[in-house]
């Protein structure tokens, strides 16, 4: 893959995951951008490392894009838990 797919890989992930988890975030485009491409990678290692299944470098394939928003998810996760949460108290 080149890095305009990675670029569009990230960007839709990263929206997925928002989407998923709403709340305040490290916003903008640029941030849901970065938090996605970086999900990807960590998607795509979670996924070669503990379930055995190395993800292919085809754009379409299915397991690229699970394992990216689950990567996303991840570092979500982990942006709130260790920066506090995502909306403030009432």
Not at 44 to 67: H, M, N
């Amino acid at each position: 893959m080149d890095i305009v797919s990675w670029l569009v890989l990230g960007l839709v992930t990263g929206v997925v995951a928002k989407i998923l988890l709403p709340g305040r975030d490290p916003g903008g485009l640029v941030g849901t951008t970065l938090i996605g491409i970086v999900g990807a990678f960590v998607g795509g290692w979670l996924s070669a490392t503990y379930l055995d299944r190395p993800v292919e470098r085809d754009f379409y394939d299915p397991a690229l894009w699970v394992s990216a928003v689950g990567g996303s998810l991840v570092l979500l996760i982990a942006y709130r838990l260790l920066f506090g949460h995502s909306r403030p108290p009432r």
